[in-house]
């Protein structure tokens, strides 16, 4: 693999929308190719090049397939999340359990405690932040993310059998420059941690696919 193609590898996966219109054949080989090197993916002599490697290149077999469990899924909406991003710490996992015999879920009270390798992360609303000042006090915060929304997308059981339904989703709002803050899922249900300027039009996009 020349150093041309494994640098139009890395450009692809941080750009997918150029591999889609491609296929579409809304751009030709040629454009392509001058593109790759206005973006420094090769040098202004190598036009020959790029378009060879183009030509050979095996793109992915993109299908627009349209599939049924979209069009049963149920979107929610929740704003004012914050999310805490701590330094994992034994101490810290114990006292998490005072958070959850605080938490009311009957009144839709929103606790999810992710425990990473290196980090402990808790997902809460905004208003319930009163119930992690002691923790937040005495332990490392790497981050606190606020003025998030949790787009909750729940699809049919049979979904966990089927591929590419995450795919379809996160591809889909990077076309449309939508950065996932953090993504939880829970099959059948998918929970999208955004900001919540992007949650309308994060909501019109799965809305689309779901009515498509």
């Not at 590898?9 to 150029?18: A, G, Y």
């Not at 710490?89 to 009270?109: A, P, Q, R």
């Not at 059998?161 to 996932?180: C, E, F, R, V």
């Not at 899922?185 to 809305?207: F, G, M, N, Q, R």
């Amino acid at each position: 693999m020349s150093q041309i193609e494994q640098d139009f590898r890395v450009f692809l996966s941080k750009n997918p929308e150029i591999e889609n219109c491609y296929q579409q054949g809304l751009i030709n080989r040629r454009s392509l190719a001058r593109f790759l090197i206005e973006n420094k993916i090769a040098k202004p002599n190598q036009t020959d090049a790029v378009i060879a490697m183009l030509r050979r290149f095996n793109f992915k077999n993109i299908k627009h397939e349209k599939s049924d469990l979209f069009k049963d899924i149920k979107i929610n909406i929740k704003d004012n999340i914050l999310i805490l991003d701590f330094e994992k710490d034994k101490e810290l996992i114990k006292k998490l359990s005072t958070l959850i015999t605080n938490t009311n879920y009957e009144k839709g009270h929103t606790l999810k405690i992710v425990v990473g390798s290196s980090t402990v992360k808790i997902f809460i609303d905004k208003e319930n932040k009163d119930l992690v000042t002691n923790i937040i006090s005495n332990f490392k915060l790497n981050e606190e993310h606020k003025n998030i929304s949790e787009l909750s997308i729940i699809f049919p059981k049979n979904a966990i059998k089927t591929k590419g339904l995450l795919s379809t989703i996160t591809k889909q709002l990077a076309l449309n420059n939508i950065i996932i803050s953090e993504l939880l899922t829970a099959s059948p249900e998918l929970l999208i941690y955004i900001k919540e300027e992007h949650v309308l039009k994060a909501y019109e996009i799965i809305k689309r696919l779901k009515n498509s």
